[in-house]
């Protein structure tokens, strides 16, 4: 027993003497957490290296500067590391806590103001406290980082494959691209609903809107409906030319609700690639920095914005950083900050590829995170203000996001336009999914689809749907008022190339809930016949 009662006092009094180890074990912790509690959305390690990085470099230095000032002045290095662990406690843990108190609080110095009483329990803590929550420190630290380590490991190990589709059979094997070959533009913008959703659920005419496209020769489909209800699962199937192979997906994913088989497929070829460049075209890539089209292997260039991925600008979110918005300007940081960035960035690049010449044609994938939220835009393309965020529904924020984009697509086909008439590309401005619904916004891992009403579907399956290809013709351009994205390249690749291709049935398909993602139900004669 009295062996025993040593032990215990020997791993006491190194818990309560391992100052140092706390303040690592917390900067590591809410990193590991965040991405595994996201891990079904990534595709390699490789978000979590720079912050976890920084995070325990800028710990290490804090215990190095706390050791030297200890052997120099005699100061307790236990009690400056406990006010060190407080800092990284404080900058990690203030954005959920002030997304929790901000209505009530109002002012960010109040939430400051309230971490100083911790600092004040600490320099006046006894010696036994020290050491008693020293060592409580480092079991709960370990305990955490522990416990949320290891599905990180496990994803770490694992080896995922892209599931992939081959190429329909239609398809030429011959190859090099000739002098009438246009590019081909491929515009997503997510959660843009079509006119019935923005009719039926909003309240808001886009005529005007839809009629400047008809004008410029677009060919509009007047009830597109897409084939899925999410980003990553609708674009997959778009770029496939196909319906999606629920059985392999599913084989392929870690659990029922891990999209990084999906995410993986949309990182490399897709049939629609490998259709433009056996034809000698060259693959421009402007994804964006999330799961499902942050880059794609097969692509000649990829153009992303900045270089903090999203996983970065979520953890972000949850830090000090907060406080830091909108001080001395109305730019939104973080998520906020990086979406509404990025989405500038891809117009202008697309502007100056409307402007230049290329010496090979090219096929050029945009993926916009607009109208989806963050609401950060207004029609004018001002940024909206913390005032006006406030002061607006969540539909009001979706339709003057909707304006902007309007406004910034008629204006890149102005800079299209300025070209000569043979040199215009072939341009496909559609939507992957539209918005949600209240119901599904509110509880999205619960809410069960095959229970959804029919505004409910109307709403999330309505989509904008515009196809130009100019002239001189091959084929008719095969659409019907309700072609979904599936046949979408089908019918451009016969328009444009004589391609052959079949077109399949439009079917509308919905998983059961999001925790089963690959457990699909057709609810295709429930959506076609909404208005």
Do not use: C
């Not at 300025?418 to 599904?440: M, T």
């Amino acid at each position: 027993m009295a062996r025993q009662a040593d032990g215990r006092d020997e791993k006491t009094r190194f818990l309560a003497g391992a100052w140092w180890l706390h303040p690592l074990l917390l900067s590591a912790f809410p990193i590991i957490f965040l991405f595994a509690s996201n891990i079904g959305e990534q595709v390699s390690l490789a978000p979590i290296g720079p912050p976890l990085a920084i995070a325990l470099l800028v710990a290490a230095g804090a215990v190095v500067a706390v050791a030297i000032v200890a052997r120099t002045t005699g100061a307790s290095a236990a009690r400056m590391a406990l006010l060190i662990s407080l800092l990284i406690v404080l900058f990690f843990s203030y954005g959920h806590v002030w997304s929790l108190v901000a209505p009530m609080l109002e002012l960010h110095r109040f939430l400051l103001s309230a971490w100083l009483l911790g600092g004040w329990a600490i320099v006046v803590a006894g010696p036994r406290q020290v050491a008693t929550a020293t060592a409580f420190l480092n079991v709960i630290g370990a305990i955490l980082l522990v416990v949320n380590l290891l599905p990180v490991i496990r994803f770490g190990l694992a080896s995922g494959q892209p599931v992939g589709q081959d190429l329909p059979s239609a398809v030429p094997t011959a190859g090099a691209a000739v002098a009438e070959d246009r590019d081909v533009w491929y515009l997503v913008f997510d959660r843009y609903a079509g006119e019935d959703g923005l009719t039926a659920t909003y309240g808001f005419d886009n005529r005007p809107f839809l009629d400047e496209l008809a004008r410029r020769g677009f060919q509009l489909v007047e009830h597109a409906t897409a084939n899925y209800l999410k980003t990553a699962l609708s674009i997959d199937s778009t770029l496939s030319m196909d319906y999606l192979d629920a059985d392999a997906l599913t084989e392929a994913a870690a659990s029922p609700d891990d999209w990084s088989p999906l995410y993986r497929d949309l990182q490399g070829s897709t049939a629609v690639e490998r259709f433009l460049h056996a034809r000698g075209y060259e693959y421009l890539h402007l994804g964006v920095r999330r799961g499902a089209t942050y880059t794609n292997s097969a692509a000649d260039q990829v153009f992303l914005y900045g270089d903090s991925s999203e996983f970065s600008a979520v953890l972000a979110d949850t830090t000090l950083l907060v406080a830091l918005e909108h001080l001395g300007t109305n730019e939104p940081t973080g998520l906020r900050g990086l979406y509404g960035h990025q989405s500038l960035y891809q117009f202008d690049v697309l502007d100056q590829l409307a402007r230049t010449d290329a010496p090979q044609p090219r096929f050029v994938f945009a993926h916009f995170l607009l109208p989806h939220p963050p609401y950060v835009f207004n029609a004018d393309g001002s940024w909206v203000t913390e005032a006006q965020e406030s002061s607006r529904s969540g539909e009001a924020s979706y339709l003057e996001q909707v304006r902007f984009v309007n406004n910034r697509i008629l204006r890149l086909l102005d800079a299209i336009e300025s070209r000569p008439e043979s040199e215009r590309p072939i341009i496909l401005i559609q939507a992957d999914e539209g918005p949600f619904p209240d119901r599904y916004a509110a509880d999205e891992e619960g809410f069960r689809w095959t229970e959804a009403t029919d505004e409910e579907l109307l709403r999330k399956f309505s989509i904008l749907s515009a196809y130009r290809v100019p002239g001189p013709p091959g084929d008719a351009l095969e659409l019907t008022d309700r072609t979904t994205p599936v046949n979408s390249f089908r019918a451009i690749f016969n328009a444009a190339f004589g391609a052959g291709f079949d077109l399949l049935d439009d079917r509308n398909l919905v998983f059961v809930d999001q925790r089963h993602i690959y457990d699909m139900v057709d609810v295709t004669d429930r959506v076609q016949a909404l208005p």
